[in-house]
């Protein structure tokens, strides 16, 4: 695929192209399963797995994946604009109860075709995005480090993976959810939920570990809402996510789909932070023709 690399003029999505600059950067300018029974018998169904409502449900989700500590992620991200998309994937482990994980991010081709770059390992902790392997003239001994508290999406989207913690803190403004019904997942019995996530009330039910991002996301966005699809197993345990974001530049919308899936829970995960002298802070380029970024 080749993918047309220009810029976008500010907001989240120009940090998400600062994210894997000299590789994909979307444009300001250019641009999920299942069915209800439809007899009430979907519901039914719900209220024999995790108990209460599906938004309630649904909302606790932050809650058990603390309750569980641990597991390992996949992740993509992709994103449609003016009829290109671009998917950017990810894999590695995450400690929920620290809210520390490890993500090595694959980048796709760049617009010549060349071959895939090297993947960017992420390190996210609370407040903080690192990346490694970051390009656009860091050091590859050296690490990019990022607060995620003043990011306008919150790191929903900032580095091509959204961070596993804001993503199930978000369901927590979960409304309007309905049961879809039940499915398999890598060989789990899930159910299937679809609804909105109202961003101000993520912020306000947020952990307060999180807030401070929650906070940030709920003013980053076009809209006030975001739609997601959920399957969580029949503990309550968060198997997969889809969030729907749309962003409004100075041209058509960009939409961004952002899907986290959950296995091998109770994984060990060992996270190493980077010293203070193992950080890079000069001047980073944003793009071939941009200007640079500290």
Not at 28 to 43: L, R, Y
Not at 228 to 257: C, I, M, N, Q, S
Not at 263 to 271: D, E, I, Q, W
Request: aromatic residues 4%; hydrophobic residues 40%.
């Amino acid at each position: 695929m080749v993918v047309q690399q220009r810029r976008c003029g500010g907001g989240p999505l120009a940090v998400l192209a600062l994210a894997v600059a000299g590789v994909v950067s979307v444009v300001g300018g250019c641009s999920g399963t299942g069915g209800d029974d439809g007899d009430g018998a979907g519901e039914r169904v719900a209220r024999a797995g995790p108990a209460g409502t599906p938004v309630a449900v649904v909302r606790g989700a932050a809650e058990a994946l603390t309750g569980a500590g641990s597991a390992e992620a996949r992740t993509s991200m992709e994103t449609s604009a003016g009829g290109t998309r671009v998917t950017i994937r990810g894999k590695g482990a995450y400690d929920f109860r620290r809210q520390l994980g490890e993500i090595e991010v694959v980048l796709p081709k760049d617009a010549a075709g060349a071959e895939e770059h090297r993947p960017i390992t992420e390190l996210l902790a609370p407040g903080a995005l690192y990346m490694k392997n970051r390009g656009a003239g860091v050091p590859d001994d050296k690490w990019v480090r990022i607060d995620t508290t003043s990011l306008e999406d919150g790191n929903l989207v900032t580095g091509g993976v959204t961070d596993p913690t804001a993503a199930a803190e978000l369901l927590r403004g979960a409304a309007e959810v309905t049961y879809v019904g039940r499915t398999e997942l890598a060989g789990v019995e899930v159910r299937h939920y679809r609804g909105t996530a109202d961003l101000g009330r993520a912020a306000r039910e947020a952990s307060p570990s999180s807030r401070g991002a929650m906070a940030a996301a709920a003013k980053g966005f076009s809209t006030d809402t975001v739609p997601f699809d959920v399957y969580l197993d029949d503990e309550g345990l968060l198997r997969k996510v889809r969030h729907h974001f749309t962003f409004a530049t100075e041209g058509p919308a960009v939409a961004v789909v952002s899907t986290m899936l959950l296995y091998g829970f109770g994984a060990p995960v060992s996270v190493e932070l980077p010293r203070g002298a193992d950080i890079y802070t000069g001047r980073v380029q944003q793009g071939r023709s941009g200007p640079e970024t500290p």
